[in-house]
């Protein structure tokens, strides 16, 4: 009895491995569908505007960085710091 019950495990084994296989191709194949069609949509879709959310306010002009001159860095990341 005990040969027959590993037959019939071994048997379900491989059942269960040839659909878990399947069904990995399945979703293999459902994910590229998607992914092609999202990239279809992309290029379909048009541009949006990039518009600074708070109507019209501007970030601060970034300064010519050297590297030498940190205070200027200081500065403007200060400013920065005050518009967000």
Do not use: Y
């Amino acid at each position: 009895m005990a040969e027959g019950t590993d037959e019939q495990l071994l048997e379900d084994f491989l059942a269960i491995t040839k659909d878990a296989q399947q069904s990995g191709k399945e979703v293999h194949g459902v994910r590229m569908q998607l992914a092609n069609r999202l990239s279809m949509a992309a290029w379909a879709a048009p541009a949006a505007r990039q518009t600074p959310e708070d109507g019209g306010q501007t970030f601060p002009h970034s300064p010519g960085i050297s590297g030498s001159d940190r205070t200027q860095l200081r500065g403007w990341i200060a400013e920065l710091q005050m518009v967000i």
